[in-house]
């Protein structure tokens, strides 16, 4: 029976089972310990399992993400927790160089179950060094698998196939995201990792979203329903492997696709997701994909300002007006 939860909540309770269920798997990162981790994901895990099984380690990402990759080698299921995706630049030696290549250089014979979690996205006013959206440089390295959990469920679900899993998985995880509610039954059978949703069925053009954002295309669907406009909201849910053939039946209802991303337009997932579906989906479009993403600039301190750096309700909607009257 489902029960409303938050995200953070559901986060700490697939860690609570994961652990209660198998001895090899442990937690470690900066503060996960007494502290109860970033937003606390980690609460109260530490006084059940004990310093050995949620371990707080030193400002040393790359370190304590190596450390995490040596236990995957030995067979162990490491949770690592970045503090915040900024952070994970100073480990990115230890995700791309060994957590993505190893299993390939080994020809499959080092399995590499290692869980790396992270929140990210622009919060409130945490600036251009704290407010940043990595997914482009994480989607670009092969041997990565990327989840990016918009719901409780979600997260909650790909939590644990992540740390079940026995390839190297990232799980991005939004900053504003950690308080929003949402049902939460641990008994239903989840989906695969990698497939898209369509959260919201629609005819005339289709959002694609994830994340974050994901949750904005939801709201702008329904004041787009209001005034005429159904629009159909598919959420990714991941960023490597991306569910094409979700977008794709999408794009042959509705003819017309708008990607909504909070990362910078340049070189982004957005820019991915259009060149990808305008090559799979070329003679059904009536337009052409259009984006709408992050204006490519470092997240200023000011909050009127980086409020006005990423897409808002307001923004799709008029964007969707834009497409659904250009494609006409």
């Known amino acids: 029976m489902a029960e409303e939860v938050l995200i953070w909540q559901a986060l700490n309770r697939a860690l609570d089972e994961l652990m209660a269920a198998d001895e090899d798997v442990f937690i470690l990162g900066e503060d996960v310990g007494l502290y109860g981790g970033s937003y606390r994901v980690t609460e109260g895990l530490y006084a059940k399992y004990g310093e050995w099984r949620v371990r707080d380690t030193p400002i040393s990402e790359d370190s304590f993400t190596g450390l995490g990759v040596g236990a995957a080698l030995m067979g162990l299921r490491p949770v690592v927790e970045i503090m915040t995706v900024n952070f994970a630049l100073l480990a990115l030696d230890a995700i791309i160089n060994m957590a993505a290549k190893v299993p390939f250089m080994s020809g499959g ?171 799979r989906c070329f003679t059904q479009l009536e337009a052409a994909p259009m984006r709408l993403a992050g204006l490519d600039m470092p997240t200023p301190y000011n909050g009127t300002l980086e409020a006005q750096t990423i897409p808002q309700v307001d923004d799709i909607v008029a964007a969707a007006h834009r497409l659904v009257k250009e494609a006409s």
């Open 109 to 279: 014979r080092l399995p590499m179950g290692l869980t790396i979690r992270t929140p990210g996205g622009v919060a409130k006013q945490l600036a251009a060094q704290h407010s940043q959206r990595l997914e482009h440089t994480l989607m670009n390295v092969p041997g990565l698998r990327i989840v990016v959990p918009a719901t409780p469920q979600d997260a909650y679900w790909q939590l644990k196939q992540a740390v079940l899993s026995d390839e190297p998985v990232i799980v991005l995880e939004h900053e504003l995201l950690y308080f929003h509610k949402g049902p939460l039954d641990p008994t239903a059978p989840p989906p695969p990792p990698h497939r898209a949703v369509v959260r919201r069925p629609g005819r005339d053009l289709t959002l694609v979203a994830y994340s974050k954002m994901a949750v904005l295309a939801g709201q702008a669907a329904e004041r787009l329903a209001e005034q005429g406009i159904e629009a159909e909201v598919i959420d990714l849910r991941s960023l490597s492997p991306i569910d094409w053939q979700t977008c794709v039946d999408s794009v042959a209802r509705t003819h017309r696709v708008l990607i909504v991303e909070e990362d910078c337009r340049f070189a982004g997932a957005g820019a991915e997701i259009a060149a990808d579906l305008t090559e």
